[in-house]
């Protein structure tokens, strides 16, 4: 197949495009820089660069691909997460760029687009399993433009066309994923960017199941599908297993108060329990995870990196 990647130079996509040429998949991969276009280019993919916000330009960068593949994000970094505006570039990716993606799409005859999400909407379910008809939380604020181009992005599904909304648990690990070193900073200090109850449950899932994952949506139909680790983790064990797999004191979590007084009603969705299930997906495309749990991964990524 055809597929037009957003997002391939980031720390989803890098995973993401090799996985998608060893299935047998040509790429066509967005990149803003001519670095990251040489690497692309050097590991098969034909890079191009489009501003995604350019309508126009969006649909004759399309053109020819048979599916779409929006991974594109700008998640803020944690000085600046805490602020509105740091939110806004993101915001846009998920809203205005999903808009002029799915046009593009449209106009240009693909057949299925693939939007990436997040399971962070879920309302609080204590320790029952979340499906993907689970309540949502019921003030989404900086989280309600993830909802809206989850929609823009099912809009596009139609007789022979199909659209799918992969929601994500909280990435971690991967080439490249800036968040590990960070929360090994952060560790130093017996800190983390985990926030909430040590007892709530959270959804993670590794970068490099992220990648399968999205291969295997090339093949499922039309739906929200959740994608996470087969055994989401208390926050508390979550942190013992990042502790144990690099030598270093369990880091306490941010408390939650104060991620409320910073972030607002969207704030909700950073530390309820989210026990999420990833059945859905299972059952629909026969994917799983390499890594069913954040102790085997975080395992992994220490020794990739060298570090136990």
Same mark, same amino acid.
């Given at each position: 197949?055809?597929?037009?990647?957003?997002?391939?130079?980031?720390?989803?996509?890098?995973?993401?495009?090799?996985?998608?040429?060893?299935?047998?998949?040509?790429?066509?991969?967005?990149?803003?820089?001519?670095?990251?276009?040489?690497?692309?280019?050097?590991?098969?993919?034909?890079?191009? @660069?489009?501003?995604?916000?350019?309508?126009?330009? =969006?649909?004759?960068?399309?053109? !020819?691909?048979?599916?779409?593949?929006?991974?594109?994000?700008?998640?803020?970094?944690?000085?600046?997460?805490?602020?509105?505006?740091?939110?806004?570039?993101?915001?846009?990716?998920?809203?205005?760029?999903?808009?002029?993606?799915?046009?593009?799409?449209?106009?240009?005859?693909?057949?299925?687009?693939?939007?990436?999400?997040?399971?962070?909407?879920?309302?609080?379910?204590?320790?029952?399993?979340?499906?993907?008809?689970?309540?949502?939380?019921?003030?989404?604020?900086?989280?309600?433009?993830?909802?809206?181009?989850?929609?823009?992005?099912?809009?596009?599904?139609?007789? !022979?066309?199909?659209?799918?909304?992969?929601?994500? !648990?909280?990435?971690?690990?991967?080439?490249?994923?800036?968040?590990?070193?960070?929360?090994?900073?952060?560790?130093?200090?017996?800190?983390?960017?985990?926030?909430?109850?040590?007892?709530?449950?959270?959804?993670?899932?590794?970068?490099?199941?992220?990648?399968?994952?999205?291969?295997?949506?090339?093949?499922?139909?039309?739906?929200?599908?959740?994608?996470?680790?087969?055994?989401?983790?208390?926050?508390?064990?979550?942190?013992?297993?990042?502790? @144990?797999?690099?030598? =270093?004191?369990?880091?306490?979590?941010?408390?939650?108060?104060?991620?409320?007084?910073?972030?607002?009603?969207?704030?909700?969705?950073?530390?309820?329990?989210?026990?999420?299930?990833?059945?859905?997906?299972?059952?629909?495309?026969?994917?799983?995870?390499?890594?069913?749990?954040?102790?085997?991964?975080?395992?992994?990524?220490?020794?990739?990196?060298?570090?136990?």
């Amino acid at each position: 197949m055809k597929v037009f990647l957003t997002g391939a130079t980031g720390v989803a996509g890098r995973a993401t495009v090799p996985a998608l040429l060893a299935a047998g998949h040509q790429v066509r991969a967005v990149s803003r820089r001519p670095e990251a276009a040489a690497v692309l280019e050097a590991a098969g993919a034909e890079p191009v @660069t489009v501003d995604l916000f350019d309508a126009d330009a =969006v649909r004759d960068a399309v053109v !020819g691909s048979e599916a779409v593949v929006h991974l594109a994000t700008n998640v803020p970094e944690m000085s600046k997460a805490a602020r509105p505006r740091g939110w806004e570039q993101h915001n846009r990716l998920r809203v205005d760029a999903t808009r002029n993606l799915v046009a593009a799409a449209r106009a240009t005859g693909a057949t299925r687009f693939v939007k990436e999400s997040i399971t962070f909407v879920y309302a609080d379910g204590g320790d029952t399993w979340l499906d993907e008809s689970a309540p949502l939380l019921a003030d989404l604020g900086l989280l309600a433009p993830t909802i809206e181009g989850e929609d823009l992005a099912l809009g596009f599904a139609s007789d !022979g066309d199909t659209a799918v909304v992969l929601r994500f !648990g909280l990435f971690y690990g991967g080439a490249g994923n800036r968040g590990t070193d960070e929360n090994l900073r952060l560790a130093r200090f017996r800190r983390s960017q985990i926030a909430g109850d040590t007892g709530n449950y959270m959804s993670s899932i590794h970068c490099d199941d992220v990648a399968t994952a999205v291969v295997a949506a090339l093949d499922v139909p039309t739906g929200i599908y959740n994608v996470t680790d087969d055994e989401p983790m208390t926050r508390g064990a979550y942190l013992t297993a990042f502790a @144990t797999a690099f030598g =270093v004191k369990v880091p306490k979590p941010t408390p939650g108060r104060l991620v409320k007084l910073l972030g607002g009603p969207s704030a909700g969705g950073l530390i309820a329990s989210q026990r999420v299930s990833n059945r859905r997906f299972r059952d629909a495309s026969g994917w799983a995870p390499a890594y069913p749990d954040a102790r085997v991964g975080w395992s992994a990524v220490a020794a990739a990196r060298g570090d136990r």
